[in-house]
Every structure is written in structure tokens, then in C-alpha cells.
């Protein structure tokens, strides 16, 4: 299954955030892949992950394929904007 969401990002992402969403991906066997303007990076890699930090753009879109799809966008939207999908 192929799951895409896209959410306005009502804050700015903090190293903690950042942290809570390397650890919660990994929890999934899903592809998930997390974009913010030009910038797309594999959620299950930190140093990727950071590179969210610099990127332009307030919308955050979250990608997942795999069996656990709908979970590992669910919770990844939930740690990224704070509020349930």
C-alpha cells in the first residue's frame, strides 16, 4: 500500500523533534520518505533527517509503502505537526 500525506507545519522542527522521528521510523518496515520544499530525506537516517532543518517551505508531506503504511504516516504526522492525522 502507498500512503502520501501532506500538512501545513505549524512550527519549526527542533533537534528533539528530529530525534522522536528517526526513532519512531525505525519501528516501521514501511519506505517512508519525508519531504519539505525541495528537500525529500529517508526518516530512518538522522543525518538525513537534519536536513530538514535547513530546508524552506512550511508543508511537510510524509510517504509510506509497505505493510505498515497507514501506522508509520499516522504516527510520523502525529511526532512532525503534533496532531493526529
Known amino acids: 500500500m502507498l500512503l502520501k500525506y501532506s500538512h501545513p507545519l505549524p512550527h519549526a ?15 516501521f518496515k514501511s519506505k517512508i520518505s519525508i519531504r519539505k520544499g ?5 526518516p530512518k537516517s538522522f543525518i538525513e533527517t537534519v536536513g530538514l532543518l535547513r530546508a524552506k517551505g ?3 508531506e510524509i510517504t ?22
Do not use: C
Not at 525541495?38 to 529517508?42: G, H
Not at 501506522?71 to 511526532?79: H, M, P
Open 64 to 85: 509510506a509503502e509497505g505493510e505498515d503504511a497507514d501506522k508509520a504516516v499516522e504516527t510520523l504526522v502525529e511526532l512532525a505537526v503534533g496532531s493526529p492525522v
Open 13 to 27: 522542527f527542533e533537534t528533539q523533534n528530529l530525534i522522536d522521528i528517526t526513532l519512531a521510523a525505525h519501528r
Open 38 to 42: 525541495r528537500i525529500e530525506v529517508d
Open 58 to 60: 512550511n508543508r511537510l
